[in-house]
Every structure is written in C-alpha cells, then in structure tokens.
C-alpha cells in the first residue's frame, strides 16, 4: 500500500466521521486547526484507521499525530 | 414574580403523523392511522406480546445531514428536527442568546445508544464502543442538542418524568420566562425508543395493547374493548415568548399559554390515584393560575393512553375537575404513544384546536365505555374555544396540566 493509497484511506475516514470532503484531507493539514476535528472525532478516527490499515494507534501515540502526514508516516511504518 | 402573559409563536413536530407541525395536525383531523406492525427482528427473536408500534412517518436521517446525525441518538435527532422546524416557524428571531432558553424532556432519553452499545461491547469489545456513547445516551442530550444548536445560554433544561416529560418541558419554559429569567423558550419533549428492551418491559407490565392483528384501531382510547397502549417515537416543540417580546418584533402568535399546572400523587410508582386528586390538583391549578374558572375549557385534549384503568379514571377527574360541558378527545387514538413527547405534540394540537376552533375527534370508539361520562368526540367538532386544556400523566405519580387561550 503507497503513501498515496494511506492518504486516499484516511480521506475516506476522515470524510465519513467528520463530513470533511475526502479531496480536502490534503498531507500538509492539521486535524484539529484546518479540518477543525474534535478530540472525540479522532478517537473515532483512529479506530476507523486501526481496521482499515492493520496498525495499533495507542492513545500516547494518537496525541503526536497532529497533521495528515504524521497519520500517514505512522500508519506506513506501522501497518501489518 | 413579573407576570408576563407566555404566547406561543412557533411549533414543530415529528410524529407518526407526519413530519411536520402542519402534517400531523392535517393529519389529526383526517384521521390518519399511526400505528403499524412491527416486523422488527427482535419481536420474532424474543418472541414478544406486542407486535405493533406507531414509528416515525419521516426517518429524521432525511432532514439532518449524514455527519451530524451519526453524532446524535435517535431522540437527539427528533428533537432538533422539531425545534428547526418551530424556530423556523418563529421566523428564527435574532435574540441574546442570555435571553434564550430550552427545556425539552424526555422519557428514557437514548436508550437505542445505551442498549445498541452495549450489545456492541458484548458481542465486538471496547474498542468497538462509540466515543460518544454517553453524550448520545444521557437524557439531557436531547435538550443539550436542541441548546447548542440554538445557543441558548440562558438555561438548558432536561425534565424527566415519563409520559409527563415533554408537558413539563413547556411547563417549566412558561415559568422561566414568567419569572424573567429569559424571554424566549424553545420547549417540548422527544423520545425514540422502540427497540427490545422497552417494548419487553411495557409487555410485562400488562401495559401494551396486543391487538396485533388489526394495528389500525389497536388504540381504542375510552372504548370498552381497549386493551392498553402503542409504543410510539417523535418529538414536539413550542416557540414560547413573552408576549410584548413577540409583539415588538411583529411575530405570529398561535395563542396564549395561559396557565400550567403540576403535582404529584404520591401514591403508587406506576398507578394512579384511584380518586384522580392530584391529577385534579394540576388541572385545577392550570386553570388558577390563568385566572379562569372551569366553565371558561371547553376542551381538554386528554392523555388517555388506552389504558383499561388510566381512561376512566382520568374520564371521572375531568368531569369534576372540568365538569361535562368540555369536550374531550385523546390523539393517542392516531399516533400512539410518544411517551416524552406525547404532552408537547398533544399540547400543539390542543393549541391550534382552540385557535382554528376544531377539535379533531378520537379514532376507534367503536363501544364507548359507559364508565366514560364526559362527552368525547368521535368526529371532529367545530367549537368556539376561548380555553382548552391538555394533561399528561407519567409513571412516578407526575401529573401536567397546559392551559392555552385564543388569543
């Protein structure tokens, strides 16, 4: 799986739980301060994630991804 | 106290009847049926007594976007569809939001989030749990949807008692805004519980009607064969505001919220007093604290659930609360039982029966029972109303009263 297909993953999740259009989850974004996601929706995101790419994102872990491109680097480092 | 006269200046509704305020009154007058079967899987699984119910006309997923909704329990969701549509209806004022209020109440509140995730956390783990499970469960969550949409920082209020709930959610509106603590409400009730657990429970109750083979007239209030009430789903809402608030800014004015009433039997948890006095102490209070007598309703929209004990009873307290000269109807015949939001939806109806002067009659007495002394209509009946009057009844002994004048 290419970073690219991570990115278009995480679109789709991010579109589901958030109503962002999946077009606009771009790597340079930030969750919370340009698709303005809550704390709450990134849990349900993170979940989401876990299933679709085959990683674990633990909690201390899900605090250090702060824009799309730590989410992708983590997930193509970690994925199954 | 200030006494500021409460005018009604919006109202919304989802019901069995319809989605709409407009629709289920329409609806009401055309005698439209609400209930259907239910062909649920669980009625099967769980081999229950009851097989009908009385669901939503309009699924609330066709009018709230997809992302919120998936954020709201099913009562969240009735609730915002009936505040918008009343809102809308006020012609959305633009107030400070420290002068605007919500009191919406509700029964159980979300129950298919707390029964749904726990059956998630059985069968697929923790992780698999919502994050907003709690948010989605809690009973103030239907008011604290409707008050963070409508940003309402002067009050959000949750009154939980049963099928009283959504009457005393206007109930305690009409006394913030006659205390002064606020000038505009947005009020009501909303439930959305039809699922197992629920419908497991009335039934072992004895409380529900079982005429599953003929769902169209199961809801026979104060007819002699009526066999217990319909589980329904939905919400009510009312646009309350002090009345020089409304004027001043030129709004509609539906009617008077004249008078309310409350109190409480203390007798038994789930069964009424037998003498109806503390259902007759929040009618008569209704009608004190408007400053009328009871010769002044001509009309009492009953609560009336279908019940072999609670029709009658309530039948004997109209009469001596009331006296036989008011005419009574139960729109539970149509849309069953919305439980928290039966007192609002009934208190809309009860509101435009005295503005448009009908009163829409009661489906399904095809016996009336001879016990039922007053004088129910069974066709719509065109009366000059200047006072009607709507009750509700909640397990736990709470008793409501709204009393609306033509304005």
């Known amino acids: 799986m290419s970073n690219e297909d991570i990115l278009a993953g995480l679109g789709e999740i991010v579109e589901e739980v958030a109503g962002v259009p999946a077009a606009d989850v771009t790597a340079d974004k930030s969750f919370t301060d340009d698709l303005d996601i809550d704390s709450l929706s990134m849990v349900e995101i993170a979940v989401q994630a876990e299933d679709k790419f085959g990683v674990k994102i633990p909690d201390d872990e899900l605090a250090n991804l702060k824009t799309v491109q730590d989410a992708v680097s983590y997930i193509e480092r970690n994925k199954a | ?55 939503l006309k309009v699924e609330p997923t066709e009018v709230i976007p997809r992302v919120e909704a998936r954020r709201l329990d099913r009562c969240q969701q009735v609730a915002l569809v009936a505040a918008r549509e009343a809102w809308a209806d006020a012609g959305s004022p633009e107030i400070d939001p420290e002068r605007l209020g919500v009191v919406v109440g509700t029964g159980i509140g979300g129950a298919l989030t707390l029964l749904g995730q726990d059956d998630l956390l059985e069968t697929e783990g923790l992780r698999k749990v919502a994050v907003l499970t709690i948010p989605m469960l809690m009973p103030n969550g239907p008011a604290a949807a409707v008050g963070l949409w409508a940003k309402a920082r002067g009050g959000v209020h949750a009154p939980v008692s049963a099928c009283a709930s959504g009457a005393e959610g206007i109930a305690w509106a009409w006394r913030m805004i006659r205390d002064g603590d606020i000038d505009v409400a947005i009020a009501g009730g909303a439930e959305a519980c ?143 039982h919305l439980l928290g939001a039966s007192g609002a939806v009934e208190g809309i109806a009860t509101l435009l029966a005295v503005k448009h002067g009908i009163i829409p009659g009661t489906k399904n007495v095809f016996n009336l029972d001879p016990a039922i002394e007053v004088d129910v209509a069974t066709e719509n009946r065109e009366v000059n109303l200047t006072a009607a009057l709507n009750d509700s009844f909640g397990f736990g002994g709470h008793n409501v009263a709204l009393l609306f004048t033509k304005d």
């Open chain 2, 1 to 55: 106290m200030t006494d500021h006269d409460v005018v009604v200046t919006g109202i919304g509704a989802t019901t069995p009847l319809g989605g709409t305020a407009p629709e289920t009154w329409q609806a009401l007058l055309d005698g439209v049926n609400g209930v259907t079967a239910n062909t649920e899987p669980w009625v099967e699984k769980f081999d229950l007594p009851v097989r009908i119910k009385a669901a």
């Open chain 2, 194 to 336: 039809i699922t197992s657990l629920p419908v497991a429970g009335f039934s072992q109750m004895r409380a529900m009607s079982t005429r599953n083979d003929d769902p169209a007239t199961a809801s026979r209030p104060f007819d002699v064969d009526r066999d217990g009430f319909i589980l329904g789903e939905g919400a009510g809402m009312m646009i309350l505001e002090r009345r020089d608030h409304a004027v001043a800014r030129g709004a509609q004015i539906y009617g008077t919220l004249a008078g309310v009433g409350m109190s409480n039997d203390a007798y038994h948890i789930t069964a009424p007093e037998p003498n109806g006095e503390g259902q007759t102490r929040a009618v008569e209070k209704a009608i004190r604290s408007a400053g009328l007598t009871a010769a002044d309703v001509g009309h009492v929209n009953a609560h009336a659930t279908s019940t072999p004990v609670g029709d009658v009873g309530e039948a004997n307290m109209i009469k001596r609360a009331i006296g036989d000269h008011t005419v009574v109807t139960a729109n539970k015949s149509m849309t069953g």
